[in-house]
């Protein structure tokens, strides 16, 4: 299939016209990778995760996933849902004094992703919220699901952390895949992600040094292994 020049992520405009033809023949293998471990899975409803530290390239792989099986005549309907969705509001951030860490593991309601996902596992009908970057605040209730076939690929960077709020919810998991980069690499893409939201370059940069530098060296820290790596865009 013939990608668009540009992806919408999170209300934000993602160009992927520069894509070289290894890169989406990469994807392409991959969706068939995913559909073939869904029905090794036993079908059904499965959930794999896919985490890794900002600006490796979660969110734009997935949305990349989720055009490609749009148009294949696949068994099972596939989601795309990321854990941002489940940051905790700004009023409750602000009373725990963790407004400047939005982003760090302590800044989500694992408590509610967990209880969705649980419902989901179980076939009940659930509305996942959505994570707007114009906004910067989750939307809840935007993403409906009642097909009882569905592959849902839940993106994070700290779906393999190796705390017990966490792996719980790890565990719901068939299938887990880990992405990340260069340092240098995931630092550029976090800052222009910050700016297009935003920010001025100063502050990006700033904020990118003081919140997110430090969650990428944790989540390379004290993470557990994942079931396989994903390449890195450049390294495709």
Sequence with gaps: MELPSTLEVTEQTIDISNLSREEKAYYQSLAKTLAQK???AGQGRQIFTLSGPAGSGKSVLAAILELIFKEEDSIFQFMNVGIDAFHLETPKLKELGLLDNKGRHDTYNTELLFEKLSDFKSGEAV?????SRLIHSPIPDRLPTSNQNILLLLEGQWLLRNTP????????S???YELSGPIEDMRENVICRHVKGGRTPADAKDFYAKNDLPNTNEVLKNSIKADEKLLFCKDI
């Design 174 to 176: 068939s299938f887990n």
């Design 38 to 40: 869904y029905e090794k």
């Design 127 to 131: 509305a996942f919220p959505v994570y």
């Design 165 to 172: 709020e966490w792996t719980k919810i790890s565990d719901l």
